[in-house]
C-alpha cells in the first residue's frame, strides 16, 4: 500500500530487454534507499513495482508486458514519481493506494491560474463512474482531489508545492497519465453488482 505523496522524482536511466518485458534501471534521486531491500516495493508512477536490484542511490525492477500494455511512462528513460511502501508506523498523508493503475487518462487542459495550475483529464469510460467531486484519484503515482467531474472529464487544482515535487509540472494537453480509482468506491461497486449478479 501506499499513500500517494510522492518522496522523489528519480530518473528511468536504463531499459534492459527480458524474456518479456523489461528490466527498468532507476535513478533514486532524493529517495533514501537504506532502508528498501530486495523484494520491497517502490511506486514508479503509481505503479507498484519490486526492487530486484540495489546499488548506492540506484535500483533495478522488472516490469511485465501487462504492466506496460495498461501504463504509461515506464517504456523509455526519463523522470518518474517515487514512493515507498507505506509501513504500519507511517503517517498516511494523502489517502489509501494500491499502486495498481486502473487506466490512463488523457490531459485535456494545463492551464495557470496564479502560481497554481488547472488539470483537466479524461478518464476512460469504464473507470469514469469512480471519480467523484471532491473525491481522490491518483494521477501518476499523485493523490490528488478533484474539483468538478464532468461525464468522463474532471479537474484538479495543483499547487505550486505539488508542480515543484513531482513530475506533473511536465504535463500538456494530449499528455497521458496513469490514473488510480478510490479504493472504497472500486470496493462499492462490486458490493452492489456481486448483489445484483447472484
Same mark, same amino acid.
Request: glycine share 10%.
Given at each position: 500500500?501506499f499513500?500517494g505523496?510522492?518522496?522523489?522524482?528519480g530518473r528511468?536511466?536504463?531499459?534492459?530487454?527480458r524474456?518479456?518485458?523489461? !528490466?527498468?534501471?532507476?535513478d533514486?534521486?532524493?529517495?533514501?534507499?537504506d532502508d528498501?531491500?530486495?523484494?520491497?516495493?517502490?511506486a514508479?508512477n503509481g505503479?507498484?513495482?519490486?526492487?530486484?536490484?540495489?546499488?548506492?542511490?540506484?535500483f533495478a525492477?522488472?516490469?511485465?508486458?501487462?504492466?506496460?500494455?495498461c501504463?504509461?511512462?515506464?517504456? #523509455?528513460?526519463g523522470?518518474?514519481?517515487?514512493e515507498?511502501?507505506?509501513r504500519?508506523?507511517?503517517?498516511?498523508g494523502g489517502? %489509501?493506494v494500491?499502486?495498481?493503475?486502473?487506466?490512463?487518462?488523457e490531459?485535456l !487542459?494545463f492551464?495557470?491560474?496564479?502560481?497554481?495550475?488547472? %488539470?483537466?483529464i479524461r478518464?476512460p469510460r469504464?473507470? #469514469?463512474k469512480f471519480? #467523484?467531486?471532491?473525491?481522490?484519484i491518483?494521477?501518476d503515482?499523485?493523490?490528488?482531489?478533484?474539483?468538478e467531474?464532468?461525464?468522463?472529464?474532471?479537474?484538479i487544482?495543483?499547487?505550486?508545492?505539488t508542480?515543484?515535487?513531482t513530475t %506533473?509540472? !511536465?504535463?500538456?494537453?494530449?499528455?497521458k497519465?496513469n490514473?488510480?480509482v478510490d479504493?472504497? #468506491?472500486?470496493y462499492?461497486?462490486r458490493?452492489l453488482s456481486a448483489?445484483?449478479d447472484?
Amino acid at each position: 500500500m501506499f499513500s500517494g505523496i510522492i518522496a522523489a522524482v528519480g530518473r528511468i536511466t536504463q531499459l534492459t530487454p527480458r524474456e518479456v518485458g523489461y !528490466r527498468l534501471h532507476v535513478d533514486g534521486g532524493a529517495l533514501k534507499l537504506d532502508d528498501v531491500a530486495l523484494g520491497d516495493s517502490i511506486a514508479h508512477n503509481g505503479v507498484c513495482l519490486t526492487v530486484v536490484d540495489k546499488e548506492g542511490n540506484t535500483f533495478a525492477v522488472d516490469v511485465s508486458p501487462e504492466t506496460l500494455s495498461c501504463t504509461v511512462g515506464l517504456d #523509455a528513460p526519463g523522470p518518474v514519481n517515487l514512493e515507498k511502501a507505506l509501513r504500519l508506523s507511517d503517517v498516511i498523508g494523502g489517502h %489509501l493506494v494500491s499502486g495498481h493503475v486502473d487506466g490512463v487518462g488523457e490531459v485535456l !487542459r494545463f492551464d495557470p491560474v496564479g502560481d497554481n495550475r488547472l %488539470l483537466e483529464i479524461r478518464a476512460p469510460r469504464d473507470i #469514469a463512474k469512480f471519480v #467523484a467531486r471532491k473525491g481522490s484519484i491518483v494521477v501518476d503515482g499523485t493523490s490528488l482531489t478533484t474539483n468538478e467531474v464532468n461525464g468522463t472529464d474532471f479537474t484538479i487544482n495543483l499547487i505550486p508545492h505539488t508542480l515543484e515535487n513531482t513530475t %506533473l509540472n !511536465r504535463l500538456q494537453p494530449g499528455s497521458k497519465v496513469n490514473l488510480e480509482v478510490d479504493l472504497i #468506491a472500486r470496493y462499492c461497486e462490486r458490493l452492489l453488482s456481486a448483489e445484483r449478479d447472484l
